[in-house]
């Protein structure tokens, strides 16, 4: 079960609501997935799809997260903007691989790939978001509104 507890809490409140949409969702799958462990019994093919669909949520939510976070690091001139990007689409490489694996009808989700899942997200959360954050608050510019160019006059 992920926590956003002090240590993942960034202080930028649109971060943190979105990383708490991402924690919920995983830990929806972990808990699907639980399901069949505990009863020691094989998965059904419909728990495989549900976790299935799970994994498509955490997918489309990521994706509008880290299109969010790189639009806030253009804005705000990030200077690590570009190494950001790119582990944000390793993570996605990632995340379409594990869902085609399971696609594929091999077994259902395994407590290894839950571990990796869980280190996907907290992982990227502590080596990556945070630096973000600190340069956000460092130049006061964690609260507000996004985005923070001014609409166009017609
Ligand atoms: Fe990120």
Request: charged share 20%; proline share 5%.
């Amino acid at each position: 079960m992920i926590s956003l507890n002090q240590n993942l809490l960034l202080g930028v409140p649109l971060l943190d609501s979105e990383h708490q949409e991402l924690a919920d969702v995983i830990n929806t799958i972990a808990a699907e997935a639980s399901n069949h462990s505990m009863t020691q019994e094989m998965p059904s093919p419909a728990c495989c799809r549900r976790v299935g669909n799970l994994l498509q949520d955490l997918s489309q939510l990521s994706a509008q997260h880290f299109a969010t976070e790189e639009r806030m690091m253009e804005e705000s001139c990030y200077p690590n903007l570009l190494e950001h990007r790119q582990e944000h689409r390793l993570m996605m490489a990632e995340l379409k691989a594990l869902i085609r694996a399971l696609c594929s009808g091999r077994e259902c989700l395994t407590s290894r790939d839950l571990t990796s899942l869980k280190g996907w997200f907290i992982g990227h959360l502590a080596t990556d978001d945070k630096p973000f954050a600190q340069y956000l608050l460092a130049q006061g510019l964690h609260q507000g509104f996004w985005p923070m160019r001014p609409a166009l006059a017609i």
